[in-house]
């Protein structure tokens, strides 16, 4: 599977309901965004928690509320304001065609669990659709706890000197259904990890030949900003 990582985020603002719409049109099979929880428990798409980097102006995530979130508009390049607001999950959900996936990155804690499992209770979309993502091992598995039916996996941030046995241990642990990583370089890793029954998945991966190679290794999706160049080279 492609998956556009943050939407089309080369052309438009990053996590921005026109950057994910623009995916479909891609051929993509699905998208990757950002979560934080606000003040009052909604779930805004955004990387960072606070607005400077994407609106030019700052607001925590967690210490405001959504109707203070949504009066500001997201930057990009050039433009300061570009009346696109940040959407909430429940919006981007929204516009999520049927058939296609969301890759939903928690960037808190475990205080998201329960406003989460409410918006995908309620949305539209099905259970195979939605999968969690996350470097909080501990997330992972309070999250596979409460919705066991949702597909999560585990994010690590490669090493070489990793210890596979120790990464198998964190996944069986945490329950989690595999891993999702940046290596570009160990088939040993993706061999053990999906020979174990998880399943392997990669970003962020820009490149088109070490895109094939991974393809060839056997990852599940790759997450990427360039997600056109990389699907016309299948």
């Not at 603002?13 to 719409?21: G, R, T, Y």
């Not at 940040?86 to 928690?106: R, Y």
């Not at 205080?111 to 099905?126: A, D, V």
């Not at 070490?210 to 997450?223: D, E, P, Y």
Request: glycine share 4%.
């Amino acid at each position: 599977m492609i998956i556009a990582h943050r939407g089309v985020s080369y052309s438009l603002p990053e996590n921005s309901l026109p950057a994910f719409e623009a995916s479909w049109s891609l051929g993509v099979d699905g998208i990757e965004g950002d979560f934080h929880l606000t003040k009052d428990g909604f779930i805004l798409c955004i990387h960072d928690d606070d607005t400077q980097r994407v609106c030019n102006k700052k607001l925590i995530v967690r210490d405001s509320t959504l109707e203070e979130l949504k009066q500001l508009n997201l930057s990009y390049k050039d433009s300061i304001n570009s009346k696109i607001k940040i959407p909430t999950l429940a919006e981007v959900l929204e516009v999520l065609p049927n058939g296609k996936k969301i890759f939903i990155e928690i960037k808190c804690g475990v205080e998201i669990i329960k406003p989460l499992f409410k918006e995908l209770s309620q949305s539209k979309i099905n259970t195979e659709q939605a999968v969690i993502i996350s470097f909080d091992e501990k997330f992972i598995k309070a999250f596979k706890s409460v919705a066991p039916n949702y597909k999560a996996y585990w994010l690590y941030s490669y090493e070489l000197d990793c210890n596979i046995n120790n990464i198998l241990y964190v996944l069986n642990d945490i329950k989690a259904d595999g891993l999702s990583s940046d290596n570009e370089n160990s088939k040993t890793l993706i061999d053990r990890i999906i020979d174990a029954g998880f399943e392997y998945h990669s970003w962020t991966i820009d490149d088109i030949d070490i895109a094939k190679k991974l393809i060839s290794w056997r990852v599940q999706s790759i997450t990427t900003n360039n997600p056109d160049q990389i699907r016309n080279e299948q």
